[in-house]
């Protein structure tokens, strides 16, 4: 993803944020050519210590997720295969009417981050049991009500032939926060001013972001 600088991450923590935030990922692979796209929710995993003990960098990163074994998507993964992950985050239209200043162009607000890495399935059984029960538990904390799967854990053994699990082992990371940082900042505060009046959750936070990357707020 090409990200002119002014809209790179000012921290990294915004990307992973955002991942963690909109788990439900664009997965992108390519089978002879033929481009394969589903839409899966995903949580981050961290990798395994060095042997020295020190933690891997954010590069090293691992992400799983799992999917519909029946998707042909999965057959076509294989024994593993370069795929990009797409998170999207909050994003809005913004209107010249906004801007207080002629000559002036529309353009749109938005977040997101690319994911690129190496994809492997994992092992039917415990393993992919292990990944759905990592996504529920997580889900459930950052976006759910915090139920109980115990009870419930007969119904996914059951359902479990059916779902592939996989890994993805994180190369590189593009972040793109086009939050008006090109305009003057009495015209991006107007901006965010109009955005974070409307109704939607989504569009208010987008204009948190960009009160955080004016330094006006914090996480």
């Known amino acids: 993803m090409y990200v002119p600088e002014q809209y790179q991450a000012e921290d990294p923590s915004w990307t992973w944020e955002l991942i963690d935030s909109h788990p439900l990922a664009t997965l992108i692979t390519a089978t002879d050519g033929v481009p394969l796209a589903s839409h899966v929710p995903t949580i981050r995993r961290p990798a395994p210590e060095r042997a020295d003990g020190t933690a891997p960098a954010d590069s090293q990163s691992i992400l799983v997720g799992h999917m519909n074994r029946l998707n042909p998507q999965w057959a076509a993964i294989g024994a593993g295969c370069p795929a ?21 162009a529309p353009t749109w607000n938005f977040t997101a981050v690319h994911v690129d890495g190496w994809l492997s399935p994992l092992p039917p059984g415990e393993p992919t049991l292990a ?3 990592s996504t529920v538990e997580a889900l459930e904390k950052r976006h759910g009500t915090g139920w109980d ?16 699990a996989f890994e993805l082992r ?30 939607c959750g989504h569009h208010r936070e987008l204009a948190r972001l960009m009160a955080r990357a004016a330094g006006r707020d914090k996480p």
């Open 170 to 199: 994180v190369d590189r990371v593009d972040a793109m926060f086009k939050l008006s940082q090109e305009q003057a900042p009495d015209v991006r505060d107007r901006v965010a001013a109009d955005i974070v009046t409307t109704d």
């Open 84 to 104: 990009l992950l797409v998170y999207t985050g909050p994003d809005r239209y913004v209107s010249p009417t906004v801007y207080g200043v002629t000559p002036a």
């Open 131 to 133: 990944v759905i029960r």
């Open 149 to 164: 799967m115990t009870a419930s854990l007969d119904y996914f053994d059951r359902l479990l032939p059916g779902v592939g």
